[in-house]
C-alpha cells in the first residue's frame, strides 16, 4: 500500500505490453488448435475474449491499480465524458467520410504491396462464410463495429494517449495511432488503420472526449459490415461502394492518380471542416460558457450582492473577469488549448523506453509475418 505510483508511461507501456502478448497467443491459438466448435462460434467467442477482456477491462482495471486510483477516476483520465447531439452527429459524418478516406488509401496502399508479392491470406474475419441472414448481420455489427469501436479505443484513445501524453501530444497521437496500426497485425490493414488513427486521435484531442473516437470508429466499421451485405441482400445504398470503387479506378495511370488526389482532397477539406465544427461544440463552447459564468458573477458582484461581496472566492472570479475583458478569439484560441501545453513532460527512464520499443517490435513482427507467409 506504501509503494509509489508508478509513472504514466511505464504503466501504460506494461499494460500495452501485455495485452498485445495476450492478444497474438489467442490468435495463434484459434489457428493452431482444433476445437470440437465451428469456425464462426470460435471466431465470435476470441473476439469476445480479446475485445472486452483484452481491450477493455484490462486497461482499466490494471490502469485503476497501477495508478492507485477508482476506476471512476480512470474512466474520467481516458476521456469518458458528456457529449452533446450536435457533435454526436458531427462524428457520424466524420466517420462516414472517414470510411470513404480508408478505401482511398487501401487501394493505393494495396497496389503498392501487392506489386511487391503479397497476396491477401484467407479471411478470418468473424461472421460466417455466405451466411447473409439478419441474425449474421446483427452479430458482425456487435463483434465487428460495436465491440471494436469501444473496446479498441479505450485501449488505443484511453490507455495509449493518456500514458504518452508525458512524451508531448504530437508524439502521443503518432505512437498511438501507429500501434493502432499495427494492432491489427495486418500489412493490408496497417496503413489505412493508422491514418484513421491519426484521424481519430486528432478527435479525442479537439474534443476532449473519447466519444468521438468509438462513433467514428463504430461508423467505419459498421458502413463496412452494411455494405458488404447490402450488395448481397439488395439493401439501400448497396451500389454505394462499387460506385466509389469504380470512380476511382482507371486503366490510365495518370487519370488513376489525378482522380484519386482530388477525390483525397475533397475528402481531406470536408474532414477539416466537421473537424471545425466539433472544436466549437466541444472545447470553445465549454470556454465561452466558463467565461459566461464569470460574467454573471461579474456583474452581481457589480450590483452589490453580499453573497458575492462576503466570498473571496467569488471576488477573485470578478477580479480575473476584469482582467478578460481585453480577450480577443487569438487569446481565447490560447485558452481553448492551455491544457495540452500544461501536460507533465518528464525524461523516460531506459526500462519505460525499453518498453515501449517492445511494443513496436513484437506488433511489427508479426505483422511483417503476414506480409512475408501471410501467418497470424
Known amino acids: 500500500m506504501g509503494k509509489k505510483q508508478h509513472s504514466l508511461l511505464f504503466t501504460t507501456g506494461i ?7 495476450l492478444f497474438v497467443g489467442v490468435r495463434i491459438i484459434v489457428q493452431v488448435v482444433d476445437f470440437p466448435i465451428s469456425a464462426e462460434i470460435l471466431d465470435y467467442i476470441a473476439s469476445g475474449i480479446i475485445q472486452i477482456g483484452f481491450m477493455f477491462l484490462l486497461p482499466i482495471v490494471a490502469f485503476s491499480l497501477m495508478q492507485k486510483q477508482k476506476v471512476k477516476k480512470t474512466f474520467t483520465d481516458f476521456g469518458y465524458a458528456k457529449i452533446n447531439l450536435k457533435s454526436i452527429l458531427v462524428c ?11 478505401i482511398l488509401i487501401s487501394s493505393f496502399f494495396g497496389t503498392i504491396i501487392r506489386l511487391c508479392g503479397y497476396e491477401n491470406p484467407p479471411s478470418s474475419a468473424t461472421g460466417s462464410v455466405g451466411d447473409y441472414s439478419v441474425l449474421a448481420f446483427i452479430l458482425n455489427v456487435i463483434t465487428v463495429a460495436i465491440l471494436p469501436a469501444v473496446c479498441e479505443e479505450t485501449t488505443h484513445r484511453g490507455l495509449l494517449l493518456k500514458g504518452f501524453s508525458t512524451l508531448g501530444i504530437k508524439k502521443a497521437i503518432i505512437f498511438s495511432s501507429l500501434l493502432f496500426g499495427l494492432m491489427h497485425l495486418n500489412i493490408n490493414q496497417f496503413f489505412y488503420a493508422t491514418v484513421l488513427g491519426f484521424i481519430i486521435a486528432l478527435t479525442v484531442i479537439i474534443s476532449k472526449n473519447i466519444f468521438p473516437a468509438i462513433i467514428i470508429h463504430f461508423m467505419n466499421n459498421f458502413l463496412s459490415v452494411y455494405f458488404d451485405f447490402a450488395r448481397h441482400n439488395n439493401w439501400f445504398g448497396k451500389g454505394l461502394y462499387e460506385f ?16 484519386n488526389c482530388l477525390v483525397l482532397v475533397v475528402l ?35 450590483e452589490g450582492d453580499p453573497v458575492y461581496q462576503n466570498d473571496p472566492n467569488l471576488a477573485n472570479l470578478h477580479n480575473l473577469n476584469n482582467l478578460m475583458k481585453q480577450y480577443n478569439i487569438k487569446s481565447l484560441n490560447s485558452m481553448v488549448f492551455t491544457d495540452l501545453e500544461m501536460k507533465e513532460r518528464r525524461k523516460s527512464t531506459l526500462f519505460e523506453i525499453l ?17 512475408i507467409w501471410g501467418i497470424i
Not at 499494460?15 to 502478448?21: A, Q, S
Not at 470503387?245 to 489525378?258: A, G, Q, W
Open 268 to 302: 481531406l477539406f470536408t474532414i477539416v471542416f466537421l473537424f471545425t465544427i466539433l472544436l466549437k461544440e466541444t472545447r470553445i463552447k465549454k470556454v465561452n460558457n466558463m467565461l459566461t459564468d464569470i460574467a454573471q458573477i461579474n456583474k452581481e458582484f457589480n
Open 92 to 102: 457520424i459524418l466524420i466517420g462516414f467520410f472517414c470510411y470513404f478516406l480508408n
Open 355 to 371: 518498453l515501449l520499443v517492445s511494443c513496436f517490435v513484437v506488433s511489427g513482427l508479426v505483422t511483417a509475418f503476414t506480409f
Open 244 to 259: 466509389f470503387t469504380t470512380f476511382l479506378y482507371s486503366e490510365n495511370f495518370i487519370s488513376f492518380f489525378i482522380t
Open 15 to 21: 499494460i500495452y505490453f501485455v495485452i498485445l502478448l
